[in-house]
């Protein structure tokens, strides 16, 4: 293997070149490889591993925001009155 990234969703390692994680199947996008997060409460530039967990919970709150809005559609159309 070449360089590593590491999934955003699961956090395992892979191959930079990989468009999905063996593991967990999370599809990578372009700007999952991002060399570096500035945190933005302080401006500052995070340790590395602190940027993977950061990104993580930024695809998490992605992900949650998704879901939330596919089940308000499922609510309203299933609660309308034939």
Avoid: W
């Avoid at 955003?8 to 930079?16: P, Q, S």
């Avoid at 590395?48 to 998490?60: A, I, K, M, P, V």
């Amino acid at each position: 293997m070449g360089e590593q990234k590491s999934c955003l969703f699961c956090g395992k390692n892979v191959d930079r070149t990989f468009d999905y994680c063996p593991h967990c199947g999370y599809e990578f996008g372009q700007g999952d490889d991002l060399p570096g997060l500035i945190e933005e409460t302080t401006g500052g530039v995070l340790a590395s591993g602190e940027e993977d967990y950061f990104l993580r919970l930024r695809t998490l709150q992605e992900l949650l925001a998704d879901m939330e809005k596919e089940l308000d559609l499922i609510i309203r159309t299933s609660s309308k009155d034939p």
